[in-house]
Every structure is written in C-alpha cells, then in structure tokens.
C-alpha cells in the first residue's frame, strides 16, 4: 500500500482510504493535487496487480473508461481520466459523498421500515434520467453508440448526501465497437438484475436495462427482490416464469397506476416492455407529479439525513408527516 501511495503521489494524486474493494478492483477516495495548493477530491478506480497482466481484464477496463469518457450527465458518475502506473490501470472519477442504493435498502430493513412510495418512484425515475442520456448519445460522426449498461442493480447506483442519484459501473456495458462480453456465450450481469434477454443469453439492446429498473423498482417498494433465487439458476428461472405478483396486494400505498408501471417495466416481451427509458421516465414523473408538488433532490437530501441519524427508524413516519404541510415559498 505504502509503494502505492508513493506511486499515485509521484503524478500527483493522494489516496485517502479504501472504498470498496472487488474480486478485480479497488476504488480508493483521493486527491488531485495542482498548481497552487489546488486541490480536488476524487475516486480512482484502480485494477488489482494480479489481474493488470490479463489482456482480457485490461482491455475491458480501458473499454470502460473510453465509453464513459464523453457521458456528462448529473445523473451518471463522471470518469475525468485514465492512466497507468507500469503495467496497472487506474481510472480517475467523480468522487460521489454518500451511500449506494444496496445500503439504503439494508438501513431500511434494518431499522424495520419501508422506502416511501414516491422517493422509490423519484430515485427510479433519475436512473431512467441517466440512461436514456446514455441509450441516445452518439459518437462524433453522428451514429448512435448503442449503449447498453448490462448491469443496473442497487450496487451501482448511488445516492448522494446532496440528494443526487448516480449510475456508476459501466465495466460490462456494451456499445459500438465496445462490446467486451460475447453475447450468447456468456451471460453478462448479476443473475438477480438480469433481463429475460440476458437470462437467455440474447443479443440485447437498450430495453434489457428497463426490465432491471422495474425489479429494482419493486426491491425499493417492498425491501426485497422478488426474483431472487436459492442460487443462480433458480434466480434465472424466476426472471424468465415466475409469475407477476399484484404489487397493490403487497403493500399498502402501491395503487393502479403504479401497478401498472411496474408490469409494463417487468413484462417479459421486450416488445411490449416501454421502448425507451425515456417513457419510462415519463410514466414515472407522471406518476409523481401528476398531481403537483413532489419529490426532489432536496428532499432526499434530508430524508438521507434524517435516515442516518441516531433517531433514522421513525425516518420514514416523519417524511409522511411532512407531506401533509405545505411547500415553502
């Protein structure tokens, strides 16, 4: 670690502390250093030593970095550069100060309450934000990139103190001329996030990251995914049989219309799915503010807050509370 740090400073940057570690990389928060004390807080993703020597795993990673280089968007984390220290890649990104939305739900469980109705919605509806940016940008000349994500779950999306919502993790996202999964030979997602299509080991398109937001949709409505298996290959047969439950019969708040949202989202005919994220963003905005004033990101700003105080299990009953009071002006 020592040798690491030595290195990272040698070009200027600073690692503060661990952040999360995986099975092929570590994400450390850390700082940029500049002209006159400047100074500017960053993560940096970098490949663990041992998988740096595989062509496979380093041509993913700079797959990666070169797809999300240009995807400027509030709704996606920023990546500002890719280096090399010898034969180890690192990626610098935007430096997100809150929690992903895997915590979130687990604080929820814990201190034995539900997410609210309209701040599950809201947190969905930005996801859909993000990706139908991702889903329509194109390259210089002009051709759509076809993005796909691959791999939209609540361990890459990230709910910042600030009230942000932003998609990260783009390793296995494919698009034009970056396409680093074989598609029909491998599946390419975590099984309990996975789209029918993926699940079949299908060529996908944008539609296979609009079946993930409805299951993750639901997860944040009722605290538990509903595919999840005993292990893979029974998470896979539930995406592809299981039937729908009626979401209105498994919690109370959940009404027709979102009823309806979450099957048009889980249908598994893509053709019958919504078509772009975009619409989906549209029903879910709709669904939120159809009838006035709704969530924003100062409000989940707060909600986060209180959430994480030393009194977050009335989190919840206090949020509903201030609903009932008007906005300030």
Known sequence: ??????????????????IAEGGMGV???????????????????LIKEEFSAIE????????????????????????????SLGDQYFMVMEFVNGINTEDFIARHIETNQHVPIDLAVFIVSRICRGLAYAHQKQDTFGRPLGIVHRDVGPKNVMLAYEGDVKITDFGIAKALDLMYNEEGEVIAGKDEYLSPEQARKEVTDHRADIFPCGI?????????????????????????????PDFRRMRDGVDDRLN???????NRDKDERYQTSYEMLTALEMYIYGDGYGPTNEKLAIYLKDLYSGDGDRAAERYHMSKTQPPMV
């Open 27 to 45: 994400v450390y928060e850390g700082r940029q250093h500049g002209t006159d004390e400047f100074c500017k807080v960053v993560a940096i993703k």
């Open 1 to 18: 670690m020592e040798r690491l740090k030595h290195l990272f400073n040698e070009i200027h940057y600073e690692l503060s502390r661990l």
């Open 260 to 266: 309806d949202i979450l099957y048009k989202a889980l």
């Open 56 to 83: 496979e795993f380093r041509n993913n990673f700079i797959g990666e970095a070169r797809l999300v280089a240009d995807l400027i968007h509030t709704n996606i984390v920023q990546t500002y550069h890719l280096g």
């Open 216 to 244: 993750f949709l639901a997860e944040l409505i009722l605290g538990y995914n509903i595919f999840e298996g005993e292990n893979p290959e029974d998470t896979r047969d539930k995406i592809l049989n299981l039937e729908l």
